[in-house]
């Protein structure tokens, strides 16, 4: 769905609420998240901060749909996606969200262009055309001459902005970062947030950003700390 | 829509030619079961075909009388050679034969021009070309003149030929047998090729029985005698029949063995080819259980290959890769490391079969039916166990499979 300019009113993008996620260890309970609350406009921009083991991963992984949660609601885009088949699962994955990890997560063998591609391949986009709009892709990154490029021949930025472009392939509505800077420099990083804040804007998108570094989340239109599994304190941008 | 599907075959080969060495020894087990299965339905059927083809030499419709001693020797009691007597008696008391030739087969050198070849003479009479369906490339067979004249004629095999005249045309010209004989050439059989024990069966010279006799004498008795049975629905009756005659001319005892034995080489062919039907259907077994261990050996390896592939399965799950498209890029991996080994394993099967049809000297089958089992079979086993790591793949947790190293 191509994003709409100044819709009327603020429509909600994620919507979830008392998200929980359980798993058992050794026959024991692990509470990882304890009832999450979380309404994310379209065009908006969280940063999602913690100490380690509070449940960013775990939140973030739900709201990709990469996992179900315990119990809860969870409203993707305006569809109820709490309860889905792993097949239907992939399907909102592919269509609806587009995650950027710390580590990259490029597939080795494959060139820049087939990496942007391969979204498009598993939503049927003939070869042609999916390599066409991921050379496309590839320019609005700034990695307009290394098409062909393995990942091992590319720098961790360009890695990163490689993982950026296939992010947006299948025109996402939910952008998911976990620490996407994480594994750069502070020169590469602060290029590579540029880059995706830039294409945020420009395509609205909603954009959810996990990190520990203060000075990126005050990029966002608001903070949310976990702590435990549970959302302790939200903070909105200074204005 | 389905772009992931109709190039699911492209990227498997993408994907096998990345590994080339692992992928080739992949399909190694699997293409060398495709080869034996090819191969041994070819032996069989060939070995079969020339067993056919050495009785169709024979005739199949032919009783063969040949001396036979047995327990009467042990027994002291008396044994008696084929001869005249038992010819005379067939002809005149049966009511089942239309034929009887006999045969006396001697090993003798034949010569002409200063070349020699030792070769395996037969004397008989013209009709044992009718009963072998035996016909004449050049010349024909000596008659019954030649027979009732003694005459001094020979029809030779097409070994002989080679032997002694090269390209030349033997028609007319002399040979020497035996030091003696000197015999004119009159016709030259058409070539048969080797037996299934790899006996030349061209490798003969005829001669007219009663020549023969004035030279080395036949009171020995005859070789065997040939006899074919006026109907091939009588061949039972008139095995009774013969062993009742003969059982008389020879003076043999109700209730002993006689001193001759009858057979008929259709008896032979059946016997053959119950057995030969028995080898094939165990080599088609232990072909078949190749192919098998063709097919645990390339699900072990797409296991690893699923295994060490994880963190890649993750990967393509996390970007919304359905486990059904996952599923399919494995399952047509496998399915393309069959069709490699099986393309592999049927021009190996192919040139082994070539091969020993050659050395054997059999007729060289190219057999479909076996071709497409193999081929069958090959893709059946693929499908299945390529089934089991598709299949695992596609299970695989997206979260658990990022994690891995």
Same mark, same amino acid.
């Given at each position: 769905m191509p994003p709409v300019e100044e819709a009327p009113a603020p429509e909600l993008v994620v919507d979830a609420e008392g998200l929980c996620k359980r798993y058992r260890f050794g026959g024991e309970d692990v509470g990882v998240l304890a009832g999450v609350d979380l309404k994310i406009g379209a065009g908006e921009v969280v940063a999602l901060r913690g100490?380690? +083991? &509070?449940g960013k991963s775990t939140l973030l992984n739900l709201l990709g749909c990469l996992d179900r949660p315990s119990a809860g609601r969870y409203v993707l885009a305006g569809c109820d996606? &709490?309860? @889905?088949s792993r097949a239907a699962q992939a399907w909102v994955r592919l269509h609806y969200v587009g995650f950027v990890f710390q580590s990259f997560? @490029?597939?080795? *063998?494959?060139t820049a262009v087939e990496n942007v591609a391969l979204p498009l391949y598993y939503s049927g986009v003939p070869r042609k055309r999916r390599e066409d709009m991921a050379r496309a892709l590839l320019d609005q990154v700034g @990695? +307009?001459?290394? *098409?062909? *490029?393995l990942p091992a021949q590319l720098s961790g930025g360009q890695c990163q902005r490689v993982a950026i472009a296939r992010a947006l392939a299948c025109n996402p509505r939910l952008l998911l970062a976990d620490e996407p800077t994480g594994a750069l420099d502070s020169r590469n990083g602060a290029e590579v947030l540029q880059v995706m804040l830039d294409l945020q804007r420009r395509q609205r998108l909603t954009m959810v950003l996990v990190t520990h570094d203060p000075a990126i989340a005050k990029l966002a239109d608001r903070q949310v700390h976990l702590l435990d599994g549970r959302v302790v304190e939200t903070e909105a941008r200074a204005a | 829509m389905t772009a992931w599907r109709s190039e699911g075959p492209r990227s498997a080969v993408q994907v096998l030619a990345r590994y080339p060495g692992r992928s080739a020894l992949t399909v190694l087990g699997l293409a060398i079961g495709v080869a034996a299965f090819i191969a041994m339905v070819s032996f069989g059927e060939g070995a079969r075909l020339s067993v056919l083809a050495q009785f169709q030499t024979l005739g199949t419709n032919l009783l063969v009388v040949t001396p036979w001693a047995g327990q009467r020797q042990a027994l002291q009691q008396p044994t008696q050679p084929l001869t005249d007597l038992d010819v005379t008696a067939l002809r005149r008391e =049966?009511?089942?034969?239309a034929d009887v030739v006999p045969v006396v087969r001697l090993e003798q050198d034949t010569a002409r021009d200063g070349l020699h070849h030792w070769i395996r003479l037969q004397a008989t009479l013209p009709a044992f070309a009718r009963l072998h369906q035996w016909s004449l490339s050049a010349g024909g067979m000596f008659d019954g003149v030649d027979v009732a004249q003694r005459a001094k004629v020979c029809v030779l095999g097409a070994t002989p030929v080679r032997a002694l005249f090269g390209d030349s045309d033997p028609l007319g010209e002399v040979v020497t047998i035996g030091g003696v004989l000197l015999c004119r050439v009159v016709g030259v059989l058409a070539p048969k090729g080797y037996s299934t024990g790899g006996d030349d069966i061209d490798d003969l010279i005829l001669l007219p029985i009663t020549t023969f006799d004035a030279y080395w004498g036949t009171a020995a008795g005859y070789s065997r005698l040939e006899l074919q049975p =006026?109907?091939?629905?009588l061949m039972d009756a008139a095995k009774g029949e013969v062993t009742e005659i003969l059982f008389r001319t020879h003076r043999i005892d109700e209730g002993q063995e006689g001193d001759f034995h009858v057979t008929s080489p259709l008896e032979v062919v059946r016997a053959v080819e119950k057995t030969s039907g028995i080898l094939t259907g165990l080599l088609r077994g232990i072909a078949a259980v190749s192919l098998l261990v063709g097919g645990i050996g390339i699900m072990n390896i797409q296991l690893v290959s699923v295994a060490e592939r994880t963190r890649e399965i993750g990967i393509r799950a996390a970007i919304g890769a359905s486990p059904a498209q996952i599923l399919s890029q494995f399952l047509w991996e496998g399915l393309a490391l069959t069709v490699v080994g099986a393309a592999a394993g049927i021009a190996l099967g192919l040139a082994i079969a070539s091969a020993t049809a050659e050395v054997m000297h059999w007729p060289r089958v190219i057999s479909a039916s076996g071709i497409a089992g193999a081929t069958g079979f090959a893709l059946g086993v693929g499908l299945v166990f390529g089934f089991l790591p598709a299949r695992r793949a596609a299970g695989l947790d997206p979260i658990e499979a990022l994690r891995h190293e």
């Open positions: 100490p380690s +083991g &509070s996606v &709490s309860a @889905l997560n @490029l597939i080795a *063998h494959a @990695l +307009g001459n290394r *098409h062909a *490029h | =049966s009511t089942t034969l =006026s109907r091939a629905a």
